[in-house]
């Protein structure tokens, strides 16, 4: 089972940038899928953008040219390049992984999890 790390979060003001990483320690994932999701306090967790093994991508709407997820499987990490960050972005950014190689936006899909990384933008 793949483990994940994440880093990079932390608080700024609206329309600063930040950069999320997630990495898995001693292990390959270039086969799986990769995606961000996020959680607030009483909410469950909501896809936030994915990349397949193929480079493929997808956003949620509301992060469509603002959020950048990329990969680099020599490293075993994935990013999250966050943009122009608003307050409702603000959340728990969690990483995960499915072993189906395909992005789902249903976090049941992906089989391993980290544990998050705190992100809160103030206006």
């Known amino acids: 089972q793949v483990q994940l790390v994440e880093s990079g979060g932390g608080s700024v003001q609206a329309g600063d940038s930040l950069r999320l990483s997630c990495t898995a320690p001693?292990?390959?994932?270039?086969?799986?899928?990769m995606a961000w999701f996020r959680q607030v306090p009483g909410k469950e967790r909501t896809f936030v953008s994915g990349?397949?093994?193929?480079?493929?991508?997808g956003y949620v709407d509301s992060v469509k040219g603002r959020f950048t997820i990329s990969r680099d499987n020599a490293k075993n990490t994935v990013y999250l390049q966050m943009n122009n960050l608003k307050p409702e972005d603000t959340a728990v950014y969690l990483c995960?992984?499915?072993?189906?190689?395909?992005?789902?936006?249903?976090?049941?899909?992906?089989?391993?999890w980290g544990q998050g990384t705190q992100v809160t933008v103030s206006s």
């Open positions: 001693g292990r390959t994932f270039s086969y799986y899928a």
């Open positions: 990349i397949n093994k193929s480079g493929d991508t």
């Open positions: 995960a992984a499915c072993r189906q190689g395909t992005i789902f936006r249903a976090a049941r899909m992906y089989d391993c």
